[in-house]
């Protein structure tokens, strides 16, 4: 167990909906990062937060967005939902910005119909 | 252009066997490497992570090499074990830029009885 908690674990819904995956980091860990993996696919980096602020942005569409809430649980929301949208997600947490271990969660598995 | 590749792609072995998965980077500037274990549909797990000045760095079975010159590095498994059957993942953080990880595409193992 990493201590990284996601929520749902599974996730079906409609072309065109809108979905909110949801993150606790491990304890004491200040950045929470977000990456989408694709079937087959590797990691794709889509988003960073540090102590409640963006940090880094890597490949996120403009139809997701996150945010880092001030008891650091994270929040990713994917909206206009597209069939190649489904994918893995995977939330990750470290105690520092930059340097360290990243610890991830279990991931959810979303999957647009 | 910052890249990870890997290789090769996938890998299957006997059980007991030892095998080597290749990391190549042309991440500038350079400022660690780290490799993970990912099984199917879970979250990947951190194996070692190297700095500049680190050679060799073992855990348990795994041992991994870098080469800061010529910007390579290695993941030996020694006594391969079916549980050894995941897919490992080479990832290079930059000292620079707001997106500083860089992710291989991973090597597939397979570790048969």
């Known amino acids: 167990d990493s201590g990284v908690t996601q929520t749902p674990k599974h996730l079906i819904t409609a072309t065109g909906q809108r979905v909110t995956l949801r993150c606790s980091p491990r304890s004491g860990d200040l950045s929470v990062y977000w990456y989408q993996q694709s079937l087959d696919q590797g990691l794709q980096f889509l988003i960073q937060?540090?102590?409640?602020?963006?940090?880094a942005k890597g490949n996120i569409l403009e139809r997701f967005s996150a945010q880092q809430f001030p008891d650091l649980h994270s929040e990713l929301n994917l909206s206009s939902l597209e069939l190649g949208d489904s994918a893995l997600y995977f939330c990750?947490?470290?105690?520092?910005?930059?340097?360290?271990?990243?610890?991830f969660g279990a991931g959810t598995r979303l999957s647009v119909l | 252009k910052n890249q990870v590749e890997q290789s090769p792609q996938s890998l299957i072995i006997l059980e007991g066997k030892n095998c080597t998965l290749q990391?190549?980077?042309?991440?500038?500037?350079?400022?660690?490497l780290r490799w993970y274990k990912q099984d199917t549909g879970r979250g990947p797990v951190s194996l070692t992570i190297?700095?500049?000045?680190?050679n060799t760095k073992s855990n348990g079975r795994y041992t991994a090499t870098l080469d800061a010159d010529t910007k390579q590095s290695s993941l030996h498994i020694t006594a391969s074990q079916l549980s050894d059957s995941a897919s490992y993942i080479c990832v290079v953080s930059s000292k620079t830029g707001a997106n500083n990880l860089f992710f291989g595409t991973g090597t597939r193992l397979t570790v048969i009885p």
């Open positions: 937060y540090y102590n409640g602020e963006e940090r």
């Open positions: 990750a947490s470290s105690v520092r910005a930059q340097e360290g271990i990243q610890y």
């Open positions: 990391c190549n980077y042309t991440v500038s500037p350079f400022s660690n």
């Open positions: 190297m700095t500049f000045s680190e």
